[in-house]
């Protein structure tokens, strides 16, 4: 089943040559700091002009956003949504419309018939991931989850043991063994055994996720066992799951995909994916191993259109903020 498998870092500099054919009025406020758009590059555009991009409640809700890298993170998690319903399903970019729910992803409503499309997107750092099934002959219900994670996220100074000991009722005793053990040269170092945490972290939380879990759900009941013991950019599918009595409802070990790799030398991402079956089973979503495909803004808004309701009427407001 194929699958796509989409990132974006949002440190890329959005030019001006990527929206001035798409946005009609230009703002200039996209920094905490009076004097930024003095600073920044003629070339260079503020990220919020791509809030047009979007239907005005959610427009609305991202302007609530004070810093400006939630605000980027969170703004090209939702174009990024967009422009795969765009590019694999053949959806009008204006016409898509999403409901928020108590769901961790915004379920779509409109087209109607691409309700049961399987996505789930994760931001974190300076990534936004997104994995989603593009095929739509397929009527097995598909569960997906991602999640991405910043290895510099940590409390300067403390030492693994006390940083992990926060966690030790989310990992099992050897999942805590693979962090510890760092292997060779890497095995007396701390931000070693802090990359394994959070890999092994990500990999939790992607089929946390993909099973659409509510944030108490018991994370020492999965456990993980990791083949490849150290991470590249070049995706790793040779992890598996275990679960442990009492066994979650509605959570099997088997039919479970997992993808992890690098983003960069500071993130690292999981993918988690399973196919239902008929006779209420399971089976694995098929990942090629193929490297995941990184966008820059031209690919990112190929497709996309300005919501006319209201892109002229927020630019002004933005702008007399």
Not at 178 to 185: E, I, L, Q
Request: charged share 25%; with cysteine.
């Amino acid at each position: 089943m194929p699958l796509a498998r989409w990132a974006f870092n949002i440190r890329q500099p959005l030019l001006l040559e990527n929206v001035e054919p798409l946005v009609t009025r230009l703002t200039d406020d996209d920094s905490d700091s009076s004097d930024s758009s003095s600073r920044r590059p003629p070339n260079i555009v503020p990220v919020s002009n791509l809030l047009n991009f979007l239907p005005k409640s959610e427009a609305d809700s991202l302007l609530q956003l004070r810093l400006e890298d939630d605000m980027r993170r969170a703004l090209v998690g939702r174009l990024m949504i967009h422009a795969f319903f765009t590019a694999h399903h053949n959806c009008q970019w204006e016409n898509i419309v999403f409901d928020h729910t108590d769901s961790t992803k915004p379920v779509l409503v409109s087209p109607e018939h691409l309700k049961s499309v399987s996505y789930n997107i994760s931001h974190y750092g300076d990534w936004v991931i997104l994995v989603g099934n593009t095929d739509l002959s397929c009527d097995s219900p598909v569960r997906l989850g991602v999640d991405v994670m910043d290895f510099q996220e940590q409390v300067s100074g403390d030492s693994f043991e006390s940083f992990s000991a926060c966690f030790q009722h989310q990992f099992t005793p050897n999942e805590i063994t693979f962090m510890v053990k760092a292997s060779p040269p890497d095995c007396a170092s701390v931000d070693a055994q802090l990359k394994r945490f959070y890999r092994v972290w990500c990999l939790k939380e992607s089929i946390v996720k993909a099973l659409d879990f509510n944030s108490d759900f018991d994370l020492k009941s999965i456990e993980f066992t990791i083949q490849d013991e150290e991470e590249t950019e070049k995706p790793i599918l040779t992890t598996v799951i275990g679960v442990h009595e009492p066994k979650p409802e509605a959570l099997s070990e088997e039919g479970w995909s997992f993808e992890e790799a690098l983003l960069d030398s500071d993130h690292c991402y999981a993918i988690a994916a399973q196919t239902e079956t008929e006779d209420g089973g399971s089976s694995p979503v098929v990942l090629d191993g193929s490297e995941i495909r990184r966008f820059d803004w031209k690919e990112l808004l190929k497709d996309a259109v300005p919501y006319p309701v209201h892109s002229s009427a927020w630019a002004c407001n933005h702008q007399q903020a």
